[in-house]
């Protein structure tokens, strides 16, 4: 399964970005942790929009973080998943260019911090890159569940 494919799909369906991102791999989740879909919404939905629309980390790693912890962490061992994680990041900053939401939106979508989501709409999704950073953000964590 394309999971880049499956996450951008989902966050053009309306799924916030970090929910997008945690739901394309909501099969594997739940086949190790025993969440389903609708536990994996609840527990994701508060960090799109750079942790509740205040732009901060973007959210489409922190569902990118939240997906390499439930499928490669044993739960105790920090030091590992953090490993895996950074160079997670790494690899999305040296795509992107940043970590942080405002910087990747740029422009009036980066300021707008209103905890009252805009409507999606054809402008919304033209003047944002946000369904791009969930393919990516989910290619990534891919290439890592595979390794």
């Not at 086949?31 to 489409?60: H, N």
């Not at 946000?130 to 290439?143: H, M, S, T, V």
């Given at each position: 399964?394309?999971?880049?494919?499956?996450?951008?799909?989902?966050?053009?369906?309306?799924?916030?970005?970090?929910?997008?991102?945690?739901?394309?791999?909501?099969?594997?989740?739940?086949?190790?942790?025993?969440?389903?879909?609708?536990?994996?919404?609840?527990?994701?939905?508060?960090?799109?929009?750079?942790?509740?629309?205040?732009?901060?980390?973007?959210?489409?790693?922190?569902?990118?973080?939240?997906?390499?912890?439930?499928?490669?962490?044993?739960?105790?061992?920090?030091?590992?998943?953090?490993?895996?994680?950074?160079?997670a990041c790494a690899e999305f900053k040296a795509e992107?260019g940043s970590l942080i939401c405002a910087e990747l939106?740029?422009?009036?979508?980066?300021?707008?911090?209103?905890?009252?989501?805009?409507?999606?709409?054809?402008?919304?999704y033209k003047k944002r890159p946000c369904a791009e950073?969930?393919?990516?953000?989910?290619?990534?964590?891919?290439?890592?569940?595979?390794?």
């Amino acid at each position: 399964m394309d999971r880049g494919a499956e996450a951008e799909k989902l966050f053009k369906e309306g799924y916030n970005c970090t929910v997008a991102v945690v739901c394309a791999f909501k099969d594997l989740i739940e086949a190790r942790l025993g969440v389903k879909e609708a536990e994996l919404k609840k527990l994701s939905i508060g960090f799109g929009g750079g942790l509740s629309r205040q732009r901060l980390v973007c959210g489409a790693v922190s569902g990118m973080t939240m997906v390499l912890s439930a499928l490669l962490s044993d739960g105790e061992d920090k030091g590992g998943i953090y490993v895996i994680v950074q160079k997670a990041c790494a690899e999305f900053k040296a795509e992107t260019g940043s970590l942080i939401c405002a910087e990747l939106l740029k422009g009036p979508c980066a300021s707008d911090t209103s905890p009252c989501p805009e409507k999606r709409t054809a402008e919304y999704y033209k003047k944002r890159p946000c369904a791009e950073l969930c393919r990516l953000a989910a290619e990534i964590a891919q290439k890592y569940i595979e390794e």
